[in-house]
Structures are given as structure tokens and as C-alpha cells.
């Protein structure tokens, strides 16, 4: 990891900090995509909870 060094060539215990930058919105077809998994997750927990609770 990168560290901050002052004139004399010691290093500075505070670590560079990374460029930031703005997010970009989502398009559409990503909230498409984020929506089927977020309902594909949701039916695959709630089906194995369901399957567990038929086994005990």
C-alpha cells in the first residue's frame, strides 16, 4: 500500500487516498438484471426454508 512521503523521505503514516468520482445511474436493462436476481434469491432461500422445514 502506497504511503505519503515528506520532503525529507521519511514516510507519512496516512495512505494516499484514491481518486474518486462521480456514480453513474443504473440503465435499465441493470435494474432488469438486479431486480430477477434479487427475486431469484428471495425464491431460493425461501424454498430451501421451506424444504428444511418439511425434513425436521
Do not use: I, W
Amino acid at each position: 500500500m502506497p504511503y505519503t512521503t515528506e520532503d525529507r523521505g521519511l514516510v507519512n503514516n496516512f495512505a494516499v487516498e484514491p481518486k474518486s468520482y462521480a456514480a453513474e445511474p443504473a440503465s435499465d436493462q441493470k435494474k432488469t438484471l438486479n431486480m430477477a436476481l434479487t427475486v431469484g434469491g428471495v425464491l431460493l432461500v425461501v424454498g430451501l426454508c421451506a424444504f428444511a422445514a418439511t425434513l425436521s
